[in-house]
């Protein structure tokens, strides 16, 4: 059974309690991570735990940030390997269904990345540049983290392509306790819109061939509709829209409207999941809208400004936002040329990591 625990706003927690280190089976523990590994037996060098050692390990656990779920039975110790950046050991958590996971490493270096749509020559490129993926195209970025805000199809000749790409490198970061994350975009909520209702009329959208023509109209491309399988539909239905990552608040779009659906991270996602669950096309029209707002972190109106990004940190936590969706190009009017990496405005509170290009950006 498996169970999800949104991670929330924390101040981050570096075992200071106890001088740093986690007094476990006599071994000292300062270093934990996890991985979905389909571990069956503790490979060499590793040991379950069982009893008060388990036990004590659980509650290590439990008061990490970054846990991201928990349905454990065991839990193996995990010499730190040559890629660790701290001395000691990993803990890694086995599930009820056999994998080991649920310990990200909270000391790991994170990256995020925005709208790729599509570009999957370019995304692997960009993760290449940014040392993630060797130039065969694996992971090779350890135990970094690696977030995604969403928009992985249309536009761009391959989202499906995209998408695989993504599954393949989330196995293999966690095979080595690293994490590739992601958020929902706008135009995975289109491209579903797209694929559930086509072109049957929707009171209120002002499209002549409704989902159908207004997805493919914002870049819909054909064959991404065409490939689009039960699994990929699945995958992106249970995408978070919104996530809290070292302080970080993190979303795809540049609006407020994330709080229509709840007022803290667990319940936008959970709502959110509900919407795309449903096929009330009211519902998804809503939810096209909500996820296609943009600009509401700048401005003119400081107040305004300040109230939406207050708004935004108060209700889901963390101290500042980062941002995709909205291009530095188009939507912030900098020249190609000048855009050198993602921008800090709003009174040095949000971050906007779509350059018009894919940019790797390392936030930690
Ligand atoms: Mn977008």
């Not at 075992?15 to 490979?43: C, F, K, M």
């Not at 086995?94 to 709208?115: E, H, I, K, N, S």
């Not at 064959?223 to 249970?238: P, Q």
Request: charged share 25%.
């Amino acid at each position: 059974m498996r169970t999800s625990r949104t991670t929330k706003a924390r101040e981050p927690r570096h075992h200071q309690d106890d001088g740093g280190r986690h007094p476990i089976q006599g071994r000292h523990v300062s270093y934990l991570t996890g991985a979905l590994l389909n571990v069956r037996r503790p490979p060499r060098d590793h040991q379950w735990l069982t009893g008060d050692s388990r036990d004590r390990a659980v509650a290590a656990c439990h008061t990490l940030p970054g846990v991201d779920y928990w349905s454990s039975r065991s839990v193996v110790l995990v010499p730190g390997g040559p890629g660790a950046r701290w001395p000691g050991h990993r803990i890694s958590c086995r599930t009820d269904d056999g994998r080991v996971g649920a310990v990200t490493d909270p000391t790991a270096p994170l990256y995020v990345a925005a709208d790729i749509h599509g570009h999957r020559t370019e995304f692997g490129r960009a993760l290449v540049e940014a040392g993630l993926v060797d130039p065969s195209g694996h992971w090779c970025g350890g135990h970094a983290r690696l977030w995604l805000l969403g928009d992985y199809v249309d536009r761009g000749p391959d989202g499906i392509g995209v998408i695989e790409d993504i599954w393949t490198l989330t196995a293999e970061a966690a095979a080595v306790g690293g994490e590739v994350r992601c958020l929902l975009g706008n135009h995975e909520v289109q491209l579903l819109a797209a694929h559930h209702f086509g072109t049957t009329p929707v009171v209120g959208l002002d499209e002549p061939g409704c989902f159908r023509s207004g997805w493919a109209r914002f870049g819909g491309c054909d064959d991404d509709l065409r490939r689009l399988t039960d699994e990929h539909i699945a995958w992106i239905s249970a995408l978070p829209a919104v996530a809290v990552v070292d302080d970080i608040l993190l979303v795809h779009s540049d609006t407020v409207r994330y709080l229509e659906r709840g007022s803290d991270v667990e319940a936008v996602n959970s709502g959110m999941r509900t919407a795309l669950q449903t096929r009330d096309v009211n519902v998804w029209l809503e939810l096209a809208y909500q996820m296609s707002g943009r600009g509401a972190f700048r401005g003119d109106d400081s107040a305004d400004v300040e109230a939406a990004v207050s708004a935004m940190l108060d209700h889901l936590g963390g101290t500042e936002i980062v941002h995709g969706h909205s291009t530095l190009t188009k939507h912030f009017g900098i020249a190609p040329e000048d855009v050198k990496g993602p921008l800090r405005y709003a009174g040095g509170r949000v971050l906007a990591i779509d350059g018009g290009r894919i940019i790797v950006t390392r936030l930690r």
